[in-house]
């Protein structure tokens, strides 16, 4: 079976400051890898994703996430943080895409401080 | 890009009656969706995958006569909540794919259920 782990459930940052949000997954077959935000009372917005290409992935706003095999993590991270960006984020695991369910992480709250 | 409409955005019922929120692909084929809950605060949890034209596979827990799901078209799914009870209150979201299609699983924006 599959699985994530967001490691903290709210991570506070200043604005201009880097952005780290942790993912752990598991899986027993070569994952595909997703990151999604969500802002309040909205459906969820793909970031970003990895779906055995490139390890190192670049997606919207800025975002961008490294699949590392070796600590099966895929963990997001952004230069320089925006007010914008708080937001919740989700981490997701597929072993396809298209027709497999995504197995969704707890979420990080991201709060950024003036 | 793919673009998933779901309607209504927010609905406020009875307890008992039932509500029908409708999920469509509005420029690609959709030959599955998928239907998640969402409770305060926390994660999506799959409720059922529908593929078009076939009955729809509900996960462990979800109740199949109470959670109708129907994907009679490659572009159109609903979820029909039959006798709604307040502990049915939730944020449902729904998220259509289609094999090979490189965006892979595009959401809508969730519906919003208050059951009073």
């Known amino acids: 079976a599959q699985s994530v782990t967001q490691l903290g459930s709210h991570v506070s940052v200043s604005e201009g400051a880097l952005v780290l949000l942790r993912c752990n997954y598991s899986s027993s077959v070569p994952p595909y890898l997703f990151w999604y935000v969500q802002y309040p009372n909205q459906g969820l917005q793909l970031l970003l994703k990895y779906t055995s290409a490139a390890t190192l992935v670049k997606g919207i706003n800025g975002f961008e996430a490294e699949f590392k095999k070796s600590e099966t993590s895929f963990h997001l991270t952004k230069p320089s943080a925006h007010m914008s960006d708080a937001a919740e984020y989700f981490c997701?695991?597929?072993?396809?895409?298209?027709?497999?369910?995504?197995?969704f992480g707890t979420g990080t709250r991201l709060t950024i401080i003036p | 890009g793919a673009v998933v409409s779901q309607h209504p955005s927010w609905v406020i019922c009875k307890s008992g009656t039932s509500v029908k929120i409708e999920c469509r692909s509005l420029?690609?084929?959709?030959?599955?969706m998928f239907w998640y809950r969402q409770f305060p605060k926390q994660s999506l949890m799959l409720m059922a995958t529908s593929n078009e034209g076939s009955k729809a596979t509900y996960e462990q827990g979800v109740e199949k006569d109470k959670f109708l799901i129907n994907h009679a078209s490659l572009t159109l799914s609903t979820l029909t909540v039959t006798s709604a009870h307040p502990e049915d209150s939730s944020f449902y979201i729904c998220?259509?794919?289609?094999?090979?299609?490189?965006?892979?699983?595009?959401f809508g924006s969730g519906t919003r259920l208050t059951v009073v």
């Open positions: 998220s259509a794919s289609s094999p090979g299609a490189d965006y892979g699983y595009t």
């Open positions: 997701a695991v597929s072993d396809s895409v298209g027709n497999e369910k995504l197995t």
């Open positions: 420029d690609f084929q959709a030959t599955t």
